[in-house]
């Protein structure tokens, strides 16, 4: 479900309960989302997929890897050298799970 920008402006200026609550959620939308990337500037790339992969692994799939390397706030091809080295290792630590058992 999605609203446009103009009906959310219209919603707050009807509701104003709405209004309240509405700006208060976005309010702390924005801090958590500060906290994020704050700690991320604080880690190497490495760490940085690692917690991509930890919170977030469906957006390996949906979206491009330049828009991921932005996101993480590394270059291009920094990410694609990580994303190649940690696939691999953990293609190659599940196989060796799945041997095991």
Not at 13 to 24: C, I, M, W
Not at 32 to 53: P, V
């Amino acid at each position: 479900m999605h609203i446009s920008w103009q009906q959310l402006e219209d919603l707050y200026e009807k509701y104003l309960p709405f209004n309240y609550v509405g700006r208060k959620l976005l309010t702390q939308y924005y801090i958590e989302s500060d906290k994020q990337h704050r700690g991320l500037k604080k880690t190497t790339a490495e760490q940085r997929f690692d917690w991509l992969l930890e919170h977030k692994p469906n957006l390996l799939n949906r979206v491009a890897d330049k828009y991921i390397a932005s996101y993480l706030g590394i270059d291009a091809s920094t990410f694609s050298r990580v994303k190649s080295s940690r696939w691999s290792a953990k293609t190659h630590s599940t196989r060796l799970s799945i041997e095991q058992a």
